[in-house]
């Protein structure tokens, strides 16, 4: 049975639905599609994944049963082992590191730099003479004689001349009290409240300070390239005068560059020493100090014993590894990759010092393998090291596939 014509009105409905489902598609073509197809993806953030952190045990030290003695490194606040007494105590020609330093404040030098000319005069042939009768180390000077700043400081430290010393603070400051005003004036600014001076050549025993005082003077001379660079030679030829001959009897020895040696009845026998020691292909620069010994034979040694000691204590840590893995992205499409270091790192670190890490990551979207995802930081003492994080694999562009079929992950 033929079916019955379609009504005009049936018609019309047909061609709307065709029409408006023609349109829908076109507009699901012309918008919907490039949306997709067009659209960022989400960004993947980063899962941190805790760093493994190794820490070595702090090392037996064995430091001298008379005076007092400390020994602390560079990079390392306070002090990595003390005994004996913390209080000030003589610390004899000590003091002329001091005086080295201070005068230095006052005129520079450059690390080359021999300085300007100093005239001896009559005032000087006047502290040699007195500094003499006291029983002091002297050097010979002359009236007229005219040496380098950087000659006259050569002598007061390797050779402990106690007039060269009262005639570089005189020359610098005006007069031997306006020396002593201007270094107490520095120890207190910087920080050294168990430490002050009477004089410029540590003969008077009111000339104190403290082992930790003493450490962190030592750091500040070593930092210093005029100072470090006269107290670590064995001699030094100055033209018109002769050869000085460095006093500290530890230099060279196990890699001991350095301070100062001290003697006086108050504080017997002193040193102030510097030494450097590699790990893990890095310098490790330790200072220390001892006070009252019975004999400079007698702390020589103890000094290379704790020396080995304290070297021991010094291990290699790994803190990042190839491939090690700080973070972690996965994406909604299945895409994963690792925040990974760029370069391997090894440091020395003192046994018993923690050891921390920061983890800074961003979130990534489409990025190739070994983009820079940010950074991880380890802090230990006074360091810290940074190494930057890169992906280890790529994060591709999930397809047109699964855009479409996943417009909420999009939107």
Known sequence: MPSAPLTRKQVYRRRRIVVFGGLALVLATVFYLPITLLAP???????????????????????????????????????????????????????????????????????????????FGEADLGFYDRLLSEGGVVAD???GQVMTQRNVMEVMLLESANNYAESLASWAFGSLDAYVGAANAWLSEHGFAQTGVVDATGM??????????????????????????????????????GTVENRNELLGVDGIDGIKTGTLDESG?????????????????????????????TINGAIRQLLVEVDAGFSPVTLTADGQVFATYTTDWGDAAAAVPTESVTVAVWG???????????????????????????????????????????????????RLTNPAELF
Request: charged residues 10%.
């Open 41 to 119: 993806v989400q960004a993947a953030p980063p899962a941190v994944q805790a760093a493994p952190l190794p820490q070595a045990a702090a090392p037996p030290v064995t430091l001298p049963g008379y005076g007092a003695a400390a020994v602390g490194a560079v990079g390392y606040p306070g002090l990595l082992a003390s005994s004996g007494s913390s209080d000030p105590l003589p610390i004899a020609s000590i003091t002329k590191v001091v005086t080295a330093l201070v005068v230095l404040s006052a005129k520079p030098l450059g690390p080359d730099d021999p300085g300007p000319g100093i005239t």
């Open 141 to 143: 000077v002359a009236s």
């Open 204 to 241: 008077s025993p009111s000339n104190l300070s403290s082992v930790s005082d003493l450490v962190a003077l030592g750091k500040l001379a070593i930092a210093d390239p005029v100072v470090s660079a006269i107290v670590s030679r064995a001699s030094i030829d100055i033209p018109g005068y």
């Open 269 to 297: 026998a002193c040193l102030l020493f510097a030494q450097d020691h590699v790990v893990a292909g890095e310098t490790i620069t330790l200072v220390g100090v001892v006070l009252g010994g019975p004999d400079h034979d």
């Open 352 to 402: 018993g010092a923690p050891v921390s890490a920061a983890v800074d990551v961003r979130p990534v979207t489409l990025a190739e393998a070994g983009t820079d995802v940010g950074t991880v930081t380890f802090s230990f003492a006074e360091r810290t090291v940074t190494v930057p994080l890169a992906l280890d694999a790529t994060i591709d562009d999930p397809g047109a596939w699964w």
